[in-house]
């Protein structure tokens, strides 16, 4: 008997990922239909039996957005109270405070949070948050689409934007049974679970067991299944990789210096970043004019949120930092049109692949590079001119980084500016190091194999379809 899943995308980055693991290439007893708020050229590429539609029109009001700021606030001051770690209140749950409007509403929200920091309260917060979005046209839009269309499950692919909340509601007021796929590594520490579903996907054993950790009650352990992410299965596919002679043409990167990658943050956790990037260009360039063995800087800005203080270190160390910008221009880098594949992917896998080492400041991309074999180097050291606002002592205390724990060397931590200097000496060495741990920690956050995600999935959908 033939059933029914919809699946629910509200994010570009997530499509993209979920399509390159196959994601959309169905059993034959299972139709899809995709309900999304995503632009790719992807959606052109689907499989002929996958059927699209767009989600209805968001309309979500000032208040549904205060409750669920001050459900996730409160729910920080709670897993402090409950869990081992007391550093959950260093996830900001605001976004930039630029103007007084803002400050007053999370200056109020950060006060009200101290009186529901219970389990009683955060119920009494969602029971509000729930009961105002069902109020909302977008709720009722997405009730009435399911109700016409009666899929026999719904499978969310992002349990924290607001986008998915009310068609998880809707199915889940319909009894349709819900499967959320948790995005990323470090989001049940951050308290924004928004939603609540019938059943879990997550990206491994530990991720398992911090689900059971935060939601003893509400998450039974056989209602949580270890599939993997597929937010790593490009790096497992050959035509992902941009040969080396189109990539390094199009960047105008030089063939006889080893590349390294500096890939920059948030810019609200990433303030300092270009600093950090100007260390490491100057140490290559001193490096560079008295050692026969060469390097080269290659630059990852985090595509969705550009950090502009790297402009005016891009121009200081041109001869040493080039710019690799994951969406190709064609101006700029010129590609024979009959390139095809995903360009945002594909700069991300060329990019590490061809890279000799990571550094960063406490990104995730160190797992990237690591899972491409690759050594990080996180830079924990504070900067004498640094941003006021920015804290690198306070970034490493977030709870997520406590998968070291059982992996200290997995990622090399750079204390001092001079460290820089000693790994271009010794970075045959370095490479080396600590490779069998490096592997270790990437399994412990990521199940392997890294291509068999899709198949993971679909085994507990069937299950649940049964």
Request: glycine fraction near 4%; hydrophobic fraction near 35%.
């Amino acid at each position: 008997m033939r059933k029914k899943i919809i699946s629910i995308f509200v994010g570009y980055q997530s499509f993209e990922n979920h399509y390159a693991s196959d994601f959309f290439e169905t059993p034959e007893n299972i139709d899809m239909l995709l309900w999304h708020n995503v632009k790719s050229s992807a959606l052109e590429k689907l499989p002929k039996d996958i059927q699209t539609q767009q989600l209805p029109a968001f309309d979500y009001k000032g208040k549904t957005d205060f409750l669920r700021y001050l459900k996730a606030k409160s729910t920080l001051r709670y897993n402090d109270k409950t869990q081992a770690s007391k550093k959950h209140l260093l996830y900001r749950v605001a976004p930039g405070k630029s103007n007084l409007k803002k400050k007053l509403k999370f200056g109020l929200i950060s006060l009200l949070s101290n009186f529901y920091a219970s389990k009683k309260g955060i119920q009494k917060l969602e029971n509000s948050f729930f009961k105002q979005t069902r109020k909302s046209s977008y709720y009722q839009a997405c009730l009435a689409y399911l109700k016409e269309n009666r899929p026999d499950l719904i499978y969310c692919s992002h349990q924290v934007s607001s986008l998915s909340l009310a068609p998880v509601l809707a199915a889940r007021d319909l009894g349709i049974t819900v499967v959320s796929f948790i995005h990323s590594w470090d989001n049940l520490p951050k308290g924004n679970k928004m939603l609540k579903a019938d059943h879990y996907f997550v990206w491994s054993d530990y991720m398992k067991t911090e689900m059971q950790d935060y939601y003893p009650e509400e998450v039974k352990q056989n209602n949580i299944t270890v599939t993997g992410t597929p937010q790593f299965a490009c790096y497992t596919k050959p035509e992902y990789l941009i040969p080396k002679e189109l990539f390094y043409k199009a960047y105008n990167l030089p063939t006889d210096k080893k590349i390294l990658c500096f890939s920059g943050n948030f810019t609200s956790i990433g303030m300092d970043d270009p600093l950090y990037l100007r260390d490491l260009a100057e140490v290559v360039k001193k490096h560079n004019q008295t050692n026969s063995e060469q390097y080269h800087v290659v630059l990852r800005a985090n595509p969705a949120d550009y950090n502009q203080g790297f402009i005016p270190i891009l121009a200081k160390y041109k001869d040493v930092i080039t710019e690799v910008i994951p969406t190709w221009n064609q101006v700029e880098f010129p590609l024979p049109e009959n390139y095809t594949v995903n360009s945002n992917l594909g700069v991300l896998y060329s990019t590490l692949y061809y890279s000799s080492a990571i550094f960063n400041i406490g990104s995730t991309m160190a797992l990237d590079a690591i899972l491409l074999g690759k050594p990080a180097f996180y830079c924990y050291y504070k900067q004498a001119n640094g941003h006021k606002d920015f804290d690198i002592d306070r970034l490493y205390q977030f709870v997520h980084f406590k998968t070291f724990n059982a992996h200290p060397k997995a990622v090399h931590m750079l204390r001092k500016s001079s460290e820089l200097t000693k790994i271009l000496h010794n970075f045959d060495t370095l490479e080396q190091q600590n490779h069998d741990e490096r592997a270790a920690w990437a399994k412990s956050i990521a199940k392997h194999p890294l291509n068999e995600v899709r198949d993971r999935m679909y085994h507990a959908f069937q299950n649940l379809l049964s």
